[in-house]
Structures are given as C-alpha cells and as structure tokens.
C-alpha cells in the first residue's frame, strides 16, 4: 500500500488532530484540529514530515505518487472555495508554509498570494472589484518567491519600494495607486530577470512546486540549524508544509491581518495582548515593516497611542476572535499564540499554538490555570520548563540607580541587561566567544540573526511591535528586548545608532531594560530578585512529587546562604582548595609546599587549620542541620606556585625562601597531564598530615556550631579521585583518626560519613569493593566525563560544536550527560555499590547536576540527590520534580 503524504483540512474534512504532530508539524495537526471543532479555517492541506526525510533521501526530488496526492489536495481546496488554480478569472490563490514539530517562529520559510501571474493578476483584479489589491498581492508574491525560492537579493527589491515611494512623495506602502504597484511589479520582473538570468515564472504548478521544494530546503537552513542546536531539536524530525486557501487582509479599510496571544506572554496576565494592521498581510506584521496597533482598547490607552485598537475599529470581528481565543484556551487548556486575517469583515483562523513565554509569565500562567481547574497541579510543574527559570534568578535594575535614558521603545523582552554596542550578529558572536558582555543593535532582526541574539546579553531594535521576530525569539531564549525604538537611526555600515543628537558607536555600553523599554547610556546597577508568589506556588507543588534531594555546590557562607534561600537541602560539594587561593593563606599553602620534610609541611599547615576552622564554621552554621559534603585538597600543589618569571622574587621574599629554591621545587611540580596527575587522594597517599589537618578543621568547626547552636551539621568528608579501595581505606583511616582524636579532646561527637567522589571509569567498575569502605558515592561528572571520553573539557571547545552538529553527540556531553556511555558507567557503580552496602547514599555533583536532562536520568537510576550551583537549585527542584512525574 502506498504511503500517504498528503492530509486534507477544512471544508467539513480533517484528516488529522492535534496529537498528530510529529506527521503533520505543529502547525498542520493544529490546523486540522481547528478545523474539526468547527472554526473558521481556510481549507487546504498538509504535505507530512515524512516527506521531507523522503525529499533529503532522494536528492532533493519528489517521488511521482506525491503528485498525485498534492492535485488532489489542490481540488479539495478549489471544490470548498469554488475558485481554480491558475484561473485567469477567478484564481484560486494559496499560501506555502512550513510547520515543523516544536514552533521555530522565523526560522523557515513562507510563500504567500502563490497562483499569480500576468493573468491571474487581471482576474483577481476583477472578481475582487479592487485593482489596487491585486496588484499590491501580486507586488508581495514576486518579491517574496524571488527572496525565498529564487535567493535574489531581497534589498533590491526594497530599495525598489523605496525609490518608487520617494518618486511620488509617500511614506507608507498604503499610499501606492494600483497603476503605481502595476509599474512596480514590471520593475520587479526586470530585478527577476536581471539577477536570475530567466523571467519570472508564470506555470502556477511550476511556482507551487518551487516554493513546496524552498520550504523543505528551509529546513537545512543555516539559521534553522543554529535554531536546533540551540534548542536541542534533531535534525532527523524534518519539517511539513502547509498549503492553504490564501486569505486576504490587505482589501480595504474592513480587512485587517495580526497575531495574538490568548494571555500577556511577558507577564502571563490573563489579558488578551496582541497586535493587528488595518489593510496589510500577515508578513507586514511580524517582518516590523510598519508599526502595528493594540488589540484592545486598554492597551492602547495604557500606551497612550492613537491608533484605533481593533475593539475600536473592527468591534464585531474583535468580538468574535474574543470568543474563538476562549473556545482555544479552554480546548488546548494551554496559552495559545493565533495568527488571523479579517479579509472584508469575515475572520479567518490561520494558526494556532502553545504560545511562547517568558519564565515570569510561565509560571504565573501556569499556577493560575492550575488554580482556575482548567490543569492539574501535576500539569502545572510540567507546564514550566527549569531552564527558563534561570530568566528569573538574576539581578535586575535597581529602581534608585541613575539612568542617562536615551529613547524608549516597546518592553518585547523582560529583563535588564548591560554591554557594549555591536551592530551584526558576527561581532556578537566574536565578542562573546572572547567573554565580553554585547548588545546587539539591529533597524530589525531577521532569522540570519538567531546566532548573535543567541550570544548578546540583550536586544534593541529600532523597528518592530511586541510580536516581531525580535521579540518572540528573545522571550523564547530568555533575552530582554526592546524592540521598535523608533527614534533611534541605526546605520550598521558605519557601526554607529544615533538618537536626539547623541551616538552610540561599536563599543560603547548601553543598559536596556526589557521590562519598561528604556534604553540608557553606560551601565546601570542592579538588584537580586525577590522570588516568591507564583514562584514559590510552584516550587511548593514541585517539592510534593519530587523524590532526589537537590543540593548546592557551595564553599563560601555567601554562596551557601543563596542556594539555602533557593532551597537548597544541603552543600553536595564544597572544594576546599577554593580556600586556599584566599591572600591571608596562600603564603602558607605556599610554605607547605616547599617544606623539604613532614615537620616543615606541619608547621605551616598548623597556621592554615584556623582559618580552615573558620571557613567550615560559617559554612555550617548556615547549612545547621543538614549534610555537608567536603571535598579534601583536589588539585595538583603546583597551581599553588608562580608561573611567570616576574612572580618568583615576590613568592619567595613572602615565603621566607631563596628565588632559587622555590623555582625548583615549582620544576619539580610540573606535570604535563596535571588532570591525571599527582593530585586528589594521591596527594593525602603522599602527604597524609593535608588531609589530616583539613579533618581536624573539619569536626571542630561541627562540634562549634553543634554546641553553639544545639543543631550539629553533618559533615561528609570526601576523598577525591580514589581508583582503588585500598586508596579510599588508606585516607578513610586518617579521617577517622583524626575524628577521634578531636572527639576525645572536646567529650562530645557529631555524626559523620567517609566517602568518595566516583570521577574515574575504573571506581565505577570497582564500586563494588570500594562500597566496601566508602559510605556514600558522589559522582564527579565533570572528571569522568573527561576520563571517558578521553576529552579535555578545557579545550574541547574546538570540536565539540562540530561533533554535536553531526550528530556525533546529541549535546555537548559536558553540558549534558552522555547517557549512553558516561551515564552506563554511572548506573553500573550504583548499581554495584548498593549491592555491597544497601543503605549507601548516592549524588551527583557534576555541573550535570542542574541540567535538566541529566536529572532525569539521575531519577531513573535512583540516585538519593544532585547538586547544582546555588542559582541553579530552583531548577534542579523543578527538573526533579519532573522527572519523577515522568518515571510516575
């Protein structure tokens, strides 16, 4: 039997659903669905993902069957419109557009008024009594197919616009006569012809086929590309396209065309926000070509624009799309992002979906459904994705700092950023890659931008509404944007924006604010945010259904406090060698080191445990009561010793050694491969009286705070980078001793474990004997990340972009665990540890431990907890909370 490729809608058809998104695209399956619950959709039809795989796999060609199904996917929309394709009459006219999976709003293409020609233009002329509209529709499809299918240089043909409305003394396209746009179209033909080397083509099956072909070649895109990797979407998934009966909002002052949102996506207020333009196409819109009006007349007037709102203007079409943006949110019971078109007072549903949002308006939006009973709370906490949380942890503008503001534009984005000026998405790129903070300055952003927005801290745009592509990419990846700036000139060419007499050149720091729209000179100063409200619902509901523990990586009482406050259970990794770079110390690390005996290294380590003491007692005070994990000295002693020539004179005279002394003991140190050198538990193998110094630190800062505060922490000392149980019993003894010996002297006792951080593939293998002396296993993900795959995280920067384009990895593996290898080695160490000691306590403490992904299979092989940075708690409660909903 042959496949089918081809899924009709509209008309009293519907050959698909919503949950049909992986064979008809978001935006297909919600078109048919659309369709099946009786709203006004255009007929048309769906070509399936399927499609694209086939396209790719035979050359970029199209199998004979799929012509078939496409003409009679074209005679089901002429039987529900009554118009023919290609009638020079009363042409049929459609539009070409994609539809992948998830929404990748921009990144592909869109052919609209395809079915013109020189004849089909008279026709539709004609029978829509409008000459203008015509031509201005056939002005529209020449210049988009030459940009999307033909890739002619779509500057020629704006300048074109231009020069033709400059000519006549107008301003905006609107202003055009018909015998203007007839003029302009012959002018488009010749561009065609000039930069093409053919005329425009006047077969409608043969335009049809073109653009069909463009949108599946969009997938391969280089903006899409960047676009997925981004967004972790597998290039195998492909796209669909959706040709549909074309709709018409540029016919006259009762045709209208926008976009809408069935709730603020900035704030996630249950409000309709939106934006539409009175005679205009849907491109008019989100392309920031012309400047927009409000949906509704309050936004508007707390705008104080002029503009008639569309509840003004167009009152019974508001009405009715009132009515169909609730029939949708109570259908989807999500947010839902619609496009529509008004073509002579009658309204047209284009497409609808989960609209994108901001973090601040997820949770707000998801905690109020969930309240409403339109969800579950269990929906709710799976509604919110734990990245994007990451939007709300961060400092924004204090309210007192001075502001120099230059112009304002529209809030698009929430969030404060600061950097320096750049004005083409390569230099924000470059810029960033080298650890500057950049602000990407555009007239309007187009999709070729995706990877210098990806790395700018924040946006500006001189032109554009609140659902441009500025703003809807920037609240997707968590950008503050300010789009529509329109009193700012911005010349990219000359890297220069000028506005009310001042200029910003490339370099300069400007400040942005993504929550009012003001753009200011120099940086402003910030303040933490307060996270409560619907933050602290959620969080409430996540901590109800999640089973692993979330820990803080944390050495400092400042770091502690935070991720405390984010509701941290616990320090999972406290890297004591962080302590001994402090300048009151470094002297004293710096004389161990050089000490040519154990007495020598004793005395100076005798000056560093006060200030060991003190450090655990700050950090335990504020995690009283609760685990704290403290890793013993982890790296190689010469990162403790100068490097440059300049630096020895000035470490030798504050050590009290000769020049020439202290340079070879620093030659002695040097390793090539210090990462798999003398380091972690080799250095206690070595030097025991570093880990017995630091284990007296450690039970007298717990016995202080236990008889301070009558609540005792409970330290776990971790010995680092143990291959071998004899390693682990060795170093598991001086710990020991050295508890006694403190709990003898003080005549009183805290609980306590000795374990072992699990960073290399031969403990994973024997955690089996090695659960025998350790009490808990704490997986360094980072390290046997490294040691697996035989990559330096330092300078794997250099490929594993390259590897994870190709599908080598699915993501960088130091970003997210590589479950498959990485991840084995993870499962089989639990798995093996606990058959030795059932009760052992398993965690994470990895940077993988406040990834999402790398929570989730953290759940499913039971880890007891992870352990993130402080600002990463809030989503790894979350992530966990998903996660065992998930495995539920």
Not at 342 to 363: D, I
Not at 426 to 440: H, K, P, Q, S
Not at 508 to 536: K, S, Y
Not at 784 to 810: C, H, K, N, P, W
Request: hydrophobic share 45%.
């Amino acid at each position: 039997m042959t496949e089918q490729y081809v899924y009709r809608f509209g008309g009293g058809v519907s050959e698909g659903k919503a949950g049909d998104k992986n064979r008809l695209g978001g935006k297909g399956a919600n078109l048919a669905e659309m369709a099946s619950i009786g709203l006004p959709v255009p007929p048309g039809f769906t070509i399936s993902t399927a499609m694209c795989a086939r396209y790719y796999e035979e050359g970029e060609r199209f199998p004979d069957s799929l012509r078939a199904e496409v003409a009679a996917g074209i005679a089901h929309i002429e039987g529900v419109t009554g118009r023919r394709f290609g009638d020079a009459a009363d042409p049929l006219l459609v539009s070409v557009r994609s539809g992948a999976r998830v929404s990748m709003p921009g990144m592909m293409d869109t052919v609209l008024n395809l079915g013109l020609n020189d004849a089909t233009v008279e026709g539709l002329a004609a029978a829509s009594g409008d000459a203008r509209f015509a031509w201005d529709s056939y002005r529209r499809f020449i210049q988009m197919y030459a940009d999307v299918v033909l890739e002619l240089d779509h500057g020629a043909f704006e300048e074109a616009l231009e020069i033709a409305k400059e000519d006549r003394g107008y301003t905006l396209d609107t202003e055009l006569s018909a015998d203007d746009l007839r003029g302009l179209v012959a002018e488009y033909k010749q561009l065609v012809e000039q930069l093409w080397g053919r005329a425009f083509p006047q077969d409608v099956h043969d335009q049809l086929w073109g653009a069909v072909g463009a949108v599946f070649g969009s997938w391969q895109s280089d903006r899409a590309k960047v676009y997925r990797r981004l967004n972790h979407i597998p290039g195998d998934w492909g796209t669909a396209v959706n040709v549909q009966a074309m709709v018409f909002g540029n016919m006259g002052d009762t045709s209208a065309t926008g976009v809408a949102f069935t709730r603020d996506p900035s704030t996630g207020e249950r409000a309709y926000y939106g934006e539409f333009l009175i005679n205009a196409q849907g491109e008019d819109v989100v392309a920031g070509i012309r400047t927009p009006q409000y949906l509704t007349r309050a936004a508007r007037e707390r705008a104080g624009a002029k503009p008639l709102s569309m509840e003004e203007a167009l009152p019974a079409v508001y009405a009715e799309l009132a009515r169909v943006f609730d029939t949708l949110e109570t259908h989807y019971r999500d947010m839902q992002d619609i496009e529509f078109t008004v073509q002579q007072g009658v309204l047209w549903m284009l497409q609808t979906r989960s609209g994108k949002r901001t973090a601040k308006a997820a949770l707000k939006i998801a905690v109020d459904m969930a309240e409403e009973g339109l969800i579950t709370r269990e929906e709710a906490i799976a509604r919110v994705d734990p990245s994007a949380l990451d939007q709300l942890l961060h400092p924004t503008l204090d309210p007192a700092a001075a502001r120099d503001v230059l112009t304002k534009g529209l809030p698009a984005s929430p969030g404060a950023a600061s950097g320096a000026a750049v004005f083409d998405a390569d230099t924000a790129e470059r810029w960033a890659a080298d650890g500057r903070a950049v602000i990407l300055l555009r007239t309007e952003t187009s999709p070729e931008d995706i990877h210098g927005m990806h790395a700018a801290k924040g946006i500006l745009t001189a032109r554009g509404g609140m659902t441009s592509h500025a703003a809807v990419v920037a609240r997707g990846m968590g950008r503050p944007c300010v789009s529509g700036a329109g009193a700012l000139s911005i010349d990219a060419r000359a890297k220069v924006a000028r506005v009310g007499g001042r200029e910003l050149r490339e370099g300069d720091v400007l400040t942005i604010d993504g929550a009012t729209g003001e753009v200011m000179a120099g940086e402003v100063a910030t303040i933490q945010p307060e996270l409560a409200g619907d933050f602290g619902t959620l969080m409430e509901w996540a901590d109800t259904v999640r089973r692993l523990k979330v820990r803080a990586n944390a050495e400092t009482p400042a770091d502690c406090r935070t991720a405390r406050d984010f509701g941290a259970e616990g320090v999972g990794l406290c890297r004591t060698e962080h302590m001994f770079f402090e300048s009151d110390r470094i002297t004293a690390v710096r004389q161990m080191i050089l000490a040519s005996d154990e007495r020598g290294r004793r005395a100076a380590l005798d000056k560093l445990l006060p200030a060991q003491r003190a450090d655990f007692t700050a950090i335990f005070q504020v995690m009283a009561g609760l685990p704290v994990t403290v890793r013993l000295l982890d790296p190689p002693l010469h990162e403790f010793l100068p490097h440059e020539e300049k630096e020895f004179a000035e470490v030798a005279q504050a050590a009290g050694v000769a020049v020439d002394v202290l340079r070879r003991r620093a030659a002695e140190l040097h390793e090539f491969n210090p990462m798999l050198g003398h380091r972690g538990c080799r250095l206690g193998v070595t030097y025991p009286e570093i880990y017995e110094t630091q284990a007296h630190a450690i039970f007298e800062a717990a016995l202080d705070v236990a008889e301070k505060s009558g609540e005792a922490p409970i330290p776990e000392v971790m010995i680092p980078l143990v291959a071998t149980k004899r390693e682990l019993d060795l170093m598991k003894a001086v710990v020991d001793r050295a508890a006694e010996a403190v709990f003898a002297e003080r005549g009183r006792r805290v609980e306590y474990l000795v374990g072992t951080m699990i960073e290399l593939p031969r403990a994973a293998l024997k955690a089996g004997e090695i659960a025998e002396s350790g009490e808990f296993f704490s997986f360094g993900t980072n390290d046997l990340t490294q040691t697996t795959l035989g990559v330096s995280r330092d300078d794997a920067a250099r490929f594993l972009g390259a590897y994870v384009e190709q599908g080598i990895y699915a993501r960088d593996p130091f970003v997210s665990l590589d479950v498959e290898g990485v991840g084995e080695l993870v499962a089989l160490a639990a798995e093996r540890g606990r058959a030795t000691r059932p009760g052992i306590k398993l965690g994470i403490c990895g940077e993988h431990g406040g990834d999402p992904a790398s929570i989730a299979f953290c759940e499913q092989v039971g880890l007891d907890y992870v352990s993130a940075s402080p600002y990463r708690v809030p989503i790894a409660r979350l992530a966990a909370a998903q996660a065992a909903l998930a495995v539920r």
